[in-house]
């Protein structure tokens, strides 16, 4: 069995959860389709990247992210940083002829994520985005019925990311609300998770009709570049500065063969923490999903007999996608980080059988193109069409 040396960049909270992602993988998934060596760790600062190294598991630290890239023994570059250097790394990584994981949304622009995409496919390296949320097992199980026919013919979907940390406008304003750094605000952020699940589940996406809001259009400069979401707020006395992306976007979807659908994200709506839902209606069934309860998807098959027909509530386990490497009970119950080990798990696997991942840089660019037609809509107030990717 190979061992795959990883150089990860970026030590914030990702960070943490894909070094415990690499170290969880083969105590779940055994055999495990490769094993990891976490070698180095890159932050802004010498000091930053050795506590990381100390505190995620790495032989070292360094504060130039080059170092990772020039380091022939090192086969997996793993992108955690803001969003304005994916572009810069990743390609540089590709030209290296490293494999890449990396953190969403790709990139800030379109521009971006088709050079991204270019990069890797001439290098020909694996290349994946962390779009952990369609990896939970509820929503594997969704995708297997739709794609047994279980539900009929897909007719139409509603999917949310809502979430409440950037609702006070004391939360600071770091990279998250600053378009030069991360390109959009909750469209990027969080509507592209929900993006990825809806083009997983539902298929292809082609027209958008969508309105974005500002709610809180300036906030407490931050001091210090940790970004710890809101959980520590500037006071009234701290100077403040602009935001110039979206609190809150909204928008219809025209998607492939007539399914229609919505999809809302806000980081501003109190008492919603990580609120990631989908109701998917066919001609024959539903589920529904809510990650806060993410072992349980909900099903209803026009089959059952009247006086019984409703939503049924399926707890996930072994009988499940993933469910042979997960826990041996339903509704023992996983994490956050176990989406990110059944993430990391795919990623290895498709490293090993030199089979490309998914969802791939190529997934990361046609998402980045929904996302410029959800903003040029904003701007419209028309549907308009998703752009195609350029090969
Ligand atoms: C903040 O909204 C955030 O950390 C996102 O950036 C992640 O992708 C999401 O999974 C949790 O919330």
Same mark, same amino acid.
């Given at each position: 069995?190979?061992?795959?040396?990883?150089?990860?960049?970026?030590?914030?909270?990702?960070?943490?959860?894909?070094?415990?992602?690499?170290?969880?993988?083969?105590?779940?998934?055994?055999?495990?389709?490769?094993?990891?060596?976490?070698?180095?760790?890159?932050?802004?600062?010498?000091?930053?990247?050795?506590?990381?190294?100390?505190?995620?598991?790495?032989?070292?630290?360094?504060?130039?992210?080059?170092?990772?890239?020039?380091?022939?023994?090192?086969?997996?570059?793993?992108?955690? +940083? %803001?969003?304005?250097?994916? =572009?810069?790394?990743? &390609? *540089?990584?590709?030209?290296? @002829?490293?494999?890449?994981?990396?953190?969403?949304?790709?990139?800030?622009?379109?521009?971006?994520?088709?050079?991204?995409?270019?990069?890797?496919?001439?290098?020909?390296?694996?290349?994946?985005?962390?779009?952990?949320?369609?990896? +939970? %097992?509820?929503?594997?199980? =969704?995708?297997?019925? &739709? *794609?047994?026919?279980?539900? @009929?013919?897909?007719?139409?979907?509603?999917?949310?990311?809502?979430?409440?940390?950037?609702?006070?406008?004391?939360?600071?304003?770091?990279?998250?609300?600053?378009?030069?750094?991360?390109?959009?605000?909750?469209?990027?952020?969080?509507?592209?998770?929900?993006?990825?699940?809806?083009?997983?589940?539902?298929?292809?996406?082609?027209?958008?009709?969508?309105?974005?809001?500002?709610?809180?259009?300036?906030?407490?400069?931050?001091?210090?570049?940790?970004?710890?979401?809101?959980?520590?707020?500037?006071?009234?006395?701290?100077?403040?500065?602009?935001?110039?992306?979206?609190?809150?976007?909204?928008?219809?979807?025209?998607?492939?063969?007539?399914?229609?659908?919505?999809?809302?994200?806000?980081?501003?709506?109190?008492?919603?923490?990580?609120?990631?839902?989908?109701?998917?209606?066919?001609?024959?069934?539903?589920?529904?999903?809510?990650?806060?309860?993410?072992?349980?998807?909900?099903?209803?098959?026009?089959?059952?007999?009247?006086?019984?027909?409703?939503?049924?509530?399926?707890?996930?386990?072994?009988?499940?996608?993933?469910?042979?490497?997960?826990?041996?009970?339903?509704?023992?119950?996983?994490?956050?980080?176990?989406?990110?080990?059944?993430?990391?798990?795919?990623?290895?696997?498709?490293?090993?059988?030199?089979?490309?991942?998914?969802?791939?840089?190529?997934?990361?660019?046609?998402?980045?193109?929904?996302?410029?037609?959800?903003?040029?809509?904003?701007?419209?107030?028309?549907?308009?069409?998703?752009?195609?990717?350029?090969?």
């Amino acid at each position: 069995m190979k061992t795959y040396k990883v150089g990860l960049i970026g030590a914030g909270f990702m960070a943490k959860a894909h070094s415990i992602a690499y170290a969880g993988m083969p105590m779940f998934f055994w055999p495990a389709p490769g094993m990891t060596e976490r070698k180095t760790i890159a932050d802004l600062t010498q000091e930053r990247a050795d506590a990381a190294a100390a505190s995620f598991g790495f032989e070292k630290g360094t504060a130039n992210w080059q170092d990772i890239i020039n380091d022939p023994q090192i086969d997996i570059v793993d992108i955690c +940083t %803001p969003n304005d250097v994916h =572009a810069e790394i990743a &390609i *540089a990584a590709a030209e290296a @002829g490293k494999h890449i994981l990396c953190e969403k949304p790709i990139s800030r622009t379109v521009e971006e994520a088709k050079a991204m995409y270019h990069a890797v496919k001439k290098a020909g390296v694996i290349n994946m985005l962390a779009f952990n949320y369609r990896r +939970t %097992p509820a929503v594997q199980l =969704a995708k297997k019925y &739709i *794609a047994e026919g279980a539900l @009929g013919d897909i007719l139409d979907f509603r999917a949310t990311y809502l979430q409440d940390w950037s609702a006070d406008p004391n939360s600071p304003l770091s990279w998250r609300f600053q378009k030069n750094i991360c390109g959009s605000g909750a469209l990027g952020d969080i509507a592209t998770h929900v993006v990825d699940m809806m083009r997983f589940l539902v298929g292809e996406f082609e027209e958008v009709n969508a309105r974005t809001a500002t709610y809180i259009d300036e906030r407490p400069v931050q001091t210090g570049s940790v970004d710890s979401l809101g959980n520590v707020k500037g006071g009234d006395d701290v100077p403040k500065d602009k935001v110039d992306v979206d609190d809150q976007c909204f928008f219809m979807v025209k998607a492939a063969k007539g399914v229609f659908g919505t999809i809302e994200a806000t980081r501003n709506a109190w008492g919603r923490n990580n609120f990631i839902t989908f109701e998917i209606h066919g001609t024959k069934g539903s589920v529904a999903f809510n990650y806060e309860r993410r072992d349980e998807l909900q099903v209803c098959f026009a089959s059952d007999e009247g006086d019984r027909r409703g939503f049924r509530t399926v707890y996930t386990g072994p009988a499940h996608p993933y469910g042979e490497g997960l826990w041996p009970i339903p509704a023992l119950g996983i994490g956050y980080t176990e989406t990110k080990i059944v993430e990391m798990y795919d990623f290895i696997k498709a490293i090993a059988e030199n089979k490309q991942a998914d969802p791939s840089f190529q997934d990361g660019y046609k998402i980045e193109l929904i996302s410029d037609a959800v903003l040029r809509s904003a701007q419209s107030q028309q549907w308009e069409k998703v752009g195609a990717i350029e090969e």
